[in-house]
């Protein structure tokens, strides 16, 4: 089975430009989530998603950064002017909710991105 | 953002050696798992675990989930250079429907 895919691996940009990235979650899972990683704040939760509807987005840095799942097999993070502080690697990663426990968490293999 | 608190926060260690890790939070979990990270890499789930009070393995990794549903351990039995990485335990909480990664413990092994 494929896993969580996300593209590109690595983007260097300047500041100032859109970065878009985008995540294929498990196919069969109902909930995907997006988080940063830095050597300073470690993984960090930015918004996650269940059954395609944006249920917390409360760790999205400021207005710059923007998050959509239109389908169940798709979704985007997109950061719009970046900065040279939001370089980091993004992870995107799905699970299965049911009721009160819920699903092993997966996580693809990151977007490390770079910001001049 | 919340985090858990793991320790220790790095390892270096012999091969051969068992090594234990833990972590701790105020909050109570419905679900605890265990991550190993490797460079250039996305963590790789190890364990889960569900119950608390359970101790589930794999392979020569072991891991419980503590009795007051606030803290989990991860064993690692005669260990080996390919399990150089980072570790990050996970907890979930029905609460907040939200996943909370600790700090991580950085292991090194010296052959």
């Known amino acids: 089975d494929a896993g969580v895919i996300q593209s590109p691996r690595h983007e260097v940009t300047e500041m100032g430009q859109e970065v878009t990235l985008r995540c294929k979650p498990i196919?069969?899972?109902?909930?995907l989530f997006w988080y940063r990683q830095t050597m300073m704040r470690g993984l960090e939760l930015l918004i996650y998603f269940n059954n395609n509807v944006p249920i917390d987005d409360s760790g999205m840095p400021e207005d710059r950064f923007s998050a959509k799942m239109p389908n169940a097999s798709f979704s985007t993070l997109k950061i719009q002017p970046s900065e040279p502080r939001d370089s980091a690697v993004y992870f995107c990663?799905?699970?299965?909710?049911?009721?009160?426990?819920?699903?092993?968490?997966?996580f693809g293999e990151g977007s490390r991105l770079t910001v001049l | 953002g919340q985090q858990l608190n793991q320790s220790p926060q790095s390892m270096f260690i012999q091969e051969g050696e068992d090594v234990s890790m833990n972590c701790t939070s105020s909050s109570i979990f419905n679900t605890w798992l265990w991550y190993k990270q490797e460079p250039g890499e996305g963590p790789v789930l190890l364990i889960a675990?569900?119950?608390?009070?359970e101790l589930t393995s794999n392979g020569r990794l072991t891991a419980q989930f503590g009795i007051t549903r606030k803290d989990s351990f991860l064993n690692i039995s005669a260990s080996i250079p390919s399990d150089v990485g980072i570790y990050f335990c996970a907890g979930f909480t029905s609460g907040t429907y939200k996943y909370i990664f600790g700090t991580g413990t950085r292991l090194k092994v010296l052959a």
């Open positions: 196919s069969g899972h109902n909930s």
């Open positions: 675990l569900y119950k608390a009070g």
């Open positions: 990663a799905s699970s299965w909710w049911r009721g009160q426990n819920t699903g092993e968490l997966f």
